[in-house]
């Protein structure tokens, strides 16, 4: 049977995704952390891995998918071009770390698992889309975006 949400239903779940998700960002950044920390404990939380309170659905999804999507955006926006010049070496090498290292891990973590092969692919692909998009934002909040770190990560494989 096909799940069914309405916005009468939607818009009170993402309202209190966006309101437990910037508390918890907050008390991430008192104890000296990124925020973007505090949020994704936050999901680790509410979502299927321990207290199932909130599931992930396609709507949800795909709100999601536009959250990365703005996420790059902004980086996109602070990257410095420049820069991105300067550490064309650095860059490959991070990239090669940065692609191989989540993708590798998360393969070899679902095949642990006991996860197919094609299945363990796709938790390796997410695994490095994701570690781009919160390594940008980390950066970002930190305001080293702008600097030879942040231009290093954005080269590598910042969308």
Do not use: C, Y
């Amino acid at each position: 049977m096909e799940e069914h949400h309405s916005s009468v239903e939607l818009l009170p779940m993402l309202a209190a995704i966006l309101i437990g998700a910037k508390l918890a960002g907050r008390l991430s950044q008192r104890l000296g952390l990124p925020s973007v920390f505090g949020e994704l404990v936050l999901g680790l939380m509410l979502g299927p891995s321990l207290l199932n309170l909130i599931r992930p659905n396609d709507p949800l999804a795909l709100l999601a998918e536009v959250g990365v999507i703005l996420l790059m955006f902004r980086a996109g926006l602070e990257t410095d071009l420049v820069q991105m010049r300067q550490v064309g070496l650095a860059a490959t090498v991070v990239a090669f770390g940065g692609v191989l290292l989540p993708f590798g891990g998360g393969f070899a973590l679902g095949r642990l698992f006991g996860l197919e092969m094609l299945p363990a692919l796709f938790v390796g692909a997410v695994l490095t889309a994701t570690s781009v998009s919160i390594s940008a934002e980390v950066l970002r909040e930190l305001g080293h975006l702008r600097g030879k770190v942040g231009a290093t990560i954005s080269w590598s494989g910042g969308d």
